[in-house]
């Protein structure tokens, strides 16, 4: 390999960001506390944007989505209640362990289900721009629950010796 094409690995080789580094200038959402560790500006990241969310007890985000970008939200710590929808009608919770998938322009919104316990997350995004766009939506009182149903997990709500 020629002097030419060396590439630099301690300038541009494995980044580690202290927790208590992260970089809360990126777009916010009323309700939630957004922080970022990993983008264009702080690293160099060319396809992906990571950090952490974290929403008080008892505390819900305006509704919003990240344009064309998929998330992925890891929860931390606390109860996570998502809606989503065109008016928010669909509802669906993840506790500690959990991931949440956030297709692009899915209308969504955060809520901290518990009462006394902060909801902290960490979030992963498919571009090294945070793309925000916060919406205004009525939305409907009672929203649908919504169980992740496949072959492996069975619907809650169907008897298991209906056929």
Not at 117 to 144: F, G, H, K, T, Y
Request: proline residues 7%; hydrophobic residues 35%; aromatic residues 6%.
């Amino acid at each position: 390999m020629s002097d030419a094409h060396h590439i630099d690995w301690r300038e541009n080789g494995v980044k580690v960001i202290k927790g208590d580094q992260l970089d809360t200038n990126t777009p916010q959402t009323p309700g939630m506390h957004r922080a970022a560790a990993i983008n264009a500006a702080r690293v160099g990241a060319q396809k992906i944007w990571a950090g952490t969310v974290t929403i008080h007890p008892n505390a819900k985000t305006g509704a919003h989505h990240h344009g064309a970008l998929e998330s992925v939200i890891y929860i931390v710590r606390g109860q996570a209640r998502m809606r989503w929808g065109e008016h928010l009608e669909f509802t669906a919770e993840a506790g500690p362990g959990d991931f949440i998938f956030v297709p692009p322009y899915v209308p969504h919104q955060e809520i901290n289900a518990s009462t006394d316990e902060p909801l902290q997350c960490v979030l992963v995004r498919s571009d090294n721009e945070a793309v925000v766009v916060n919406l205004n939506i009525d939305a409907v009182e009672e929203p649908e629950e919504v169980y992740w149903v496949d072959p492996i997990h069975k619907d809650p709500h169907k008897d298991p010796h209906d056929h």
